[in-house]
């Protein structure tokens, strides 16, 4: 939900444009992930200086397994690095980082990346940042459905409060606003359940050229959207 600072509670970026930023170089497509998880830690910077408590970002999708092996063993070794290195920093700042995802089938070294940088910052107290890594909206319905089956809930108690504590991050409220970059205007399977209501802003402008300047931008569209989950605009009703 907002707040009343017209600021979004929660954001969400669908990462997205590395590979042709680095093809219009000439470059092989890793240098535009390696361009890319260089833009993070000023994104996560900004946003937890404006106060927003809640950052997911999408970082690698179960259906990105479909890309070539090198490419994909090339952004795991890119982002165990990255995390292993940003981790202590973020903290510094108070960040605490979460996973959403299946750590299943990530390579050890990256799972302990991920791990450890989620209890190293696990008590801190300022932004959240959800890190989407082998993360698909309909696999973590799935993961739910099978949980809540397991514990052999009853289907009539089964409702959508219920539903969401079986979610990967089930603490975060909903996604307030969802920001993706590089020109494509779709959710590639993002937080499908969790941003049902989402406010979305898109722009072509590639991952790794999306800066502060880009990102004021994207806060104040959505300062001036209306938004009314289902209900009367504000004053409509009398
Ligand atoms: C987004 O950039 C990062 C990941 C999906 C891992 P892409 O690699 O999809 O970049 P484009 O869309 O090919 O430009
Ligand atoms: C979405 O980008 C996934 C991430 C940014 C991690 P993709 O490049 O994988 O999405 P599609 O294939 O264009 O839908
Ligand atoms: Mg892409």
Redesign the pocket.
């Known amino acids: 939900m907002e707040k009343d600072t017209g600021l979004p509670r929660h954001v969400a970026f669908?990462?997205?444009g590395n590979g042709r930023w680095a093809e219009q170089r000439g470059l092989p497509r890793l240098e535009g992930h390696r361009a890319g998880v260089q833009n993070i830690r000023p994104i996560i910077t900004f946003l937890s200086r404006h106060g927003i408590e809640y950052l997911t970002i999408?970082?690698?999708?179960t259906?990105?397994w479909s890309r070539p092996e090198d490419e994909v063993s090339g952004l795991f070794h890119l982002l165990e690095e990255v995390i292993h290195r940003e981790a202590r920093e973020l903290h510094k700042n108070g960040i605490r980082i979460r996973h959403i995802g299946r750590l299943d089938g990530l390579t050890p070294a990256l799972k302990k990346s991920i791990i450890d940088s989620v209890n190293l910052t696990r008590d801190n107290t300022g932004m959240t940042v959800g890190l989407a890594f082998n993360y698909g909206g309909r696999a973590e319905i799935l993961d739910a459905v099978r949980n809540i089956m397991a514990r052999g809930i009853p289907p009539a108690q089964l409702n959508e409060r219920l539903f969401a504590r079986y979610l990967y991050n089930p603490d975060f409220p909903d996604v307030d606003l969802v920001i993706r970059t590089g020109g494509?205007i779709?959710t590639?399977n993002f937080l499908i359940w969790q941003a049902a209501y989402a406010e979305y802003y898109f722009t072509p402008v590639l991952w790794p050229d999306f800066n502060e300047e880009e990102l004021e931008k994207a806060l104040q569209t959505y300062g001036r959207r209306q938004r009314r989950f289902g209900g009367l605009s504000s004053g409509a009703a009398c």
């Not at 999408?58 to 999708?61: C, D, E, N, T, V």
């Open positions: 669908i990462m997205d999408y970082a690698f999708s259906e990105n494509e779709r590639s």
